[in-house]
């Protein structure tokens, strides 16, 4: 996927200004973040980019397949996990989820239902269901977050191994500093509601270092604390 990028202005829920003005862009297999308080409008964007909510004032951008990974797996519990995936791409043949299912290092699941795994392995199982269709632009809507670190790591790995492996980009949204840090190339803050764009900086840790499983956590709160000292309020929407 090219470049691409992202113009959000005057988007209005219910009578409610959410977003006033987000420009933003996602490099070609590269990933950005949204990062901004709770409630100021982050998964709105993504849903109005999905076209899951239909604004006046937004276009998307041409030639865009998209996946969507949500916070929940969204696993629809009396079809089994071959089931699950091939909703997506009814001709999905048994190679492609074996396929799959080994890309998130899930094997012999196929044939279970999701009440039979557990809360992480539901959410391997909702990643490889995003690559189904080999998207060009993930997006993901805090796919991190109510995790221990050590799973949320986990999946990140995984999912930045897809995005490579399918040369694909990714947008995501998140409240969680570390994380953008760990995953993102470009991170842009947001305001609280109604949403603006105060602050873009590209991600100072390196993305060759970004991809190695070793990638310490140290270095990852170094650069929590640098920008935070810089920005002390900037989580809360403030520069």
Known sequence: MRNVDFHLHGINLDN???VDSCSFSVRENRTSALIGPSGCGKTTMLNVIAGLIDVEHFTPPPDLKLAYIFQEAR???WLSIEQNLALIEPNLSSSDIKQLLE?????DVASVYPVQLSGGMQRRVSIARAFVNK??????DEAFSSLDAPTARYLMNLVRGLLDKNQASALLVT????EALALADDLYFLSS?????IKHITNPIPQSDRKQDHL???VIHEQEKALL???PEILSGIV
Do not use: A, F, G, R
């Open 135 to 140: 998207p060009n632009l993930v997006l993901l």
């Open 175 to 178: 409240h969680n500093l570390q």
């Open 16 to 18: 409610q200004l959410i």
């Open 216 to 218: 310490e956590i140290d």
């Open 75 to 77: 696993l629809i519990p």
């Open 193 to 197: 509601k109604p949403t603006k764009v």
């Open 103 to 107: 890309d998130v290092k899930l094997h």
């Open 229 to 231: 000292s810089d920005y």
